[in-house]
């Protein structure tokens, strides 16, 4: 079969993870809440109704394009490019293009971010693999001016978290809603997990402190997977509703 990332990519195996995708999850999940663009996803009120839901769907999605054959990825790209001119039309005005850009970068960064938390160091051309596959994704939704090496990437991710930020109203009421969906220890959780993984213009914007009270906990943490008493905790601290979505995440 031919596939959209190769077997053997590093891509599959950040991907591949439950706990590596969750923290992609808290990290676009801070930088949803301040991107300029939010107001998009308030139009359809999906949102503030879900913010959750809304927020996995997008990363599921993404981990479902990455584990798919070439071709089955693409028409999800497709299908991804179609609900969004559904509310373009809807909405009578199109999407800015740095939007877009902005979540792939995130999933990109994230991706990286995650990893290296959780796991080891990526080496430059491990990056470079995880920028590919992105990119790839960008070119098939008529994305112009991507980066192509992951040096240009990291000058245009920054050009777009000095750019397109900002803790609005939007922001706050988006956080009053993850604490309200999540209730105060996974709201908190949450918050300790963003800390722990944004990069430093998401932090002052959040006005985080700089470091979390999680670090000391990571490596326990790394630890108890060798006894599988990470998937006691998950249990312990997600909420029951996601669990079953969440399992599913771990690629075999």
Known sequence: MNYFVDKNSIVREIWGKSDTIL?????????????????????TGKLPKDPLGRLFSTVTYARRIVFAEKQAAFQAIDTINSIHASVEANRGKRIPEWAYKDVLFMLIDYSIRSYEVLERPLRRNEKQEVLNVFYEVGTRMHLKKLPKTYQEFETMRQAHLDENLKNGEFTKDLYKQYRAHLGLVRYRLLIESQILLVPATVNHFLNFRKTSLLTPLVSLYKFSRNFHLDNLLKALLLPSEYKKEIKALNHT
């Open 23 to 43: 923290l992609i999850f808290a990290g676009a999940s801070a930088e949803f809440a301040l991107n300029k663009a939010v107001d998009w996803l308030y139009f």
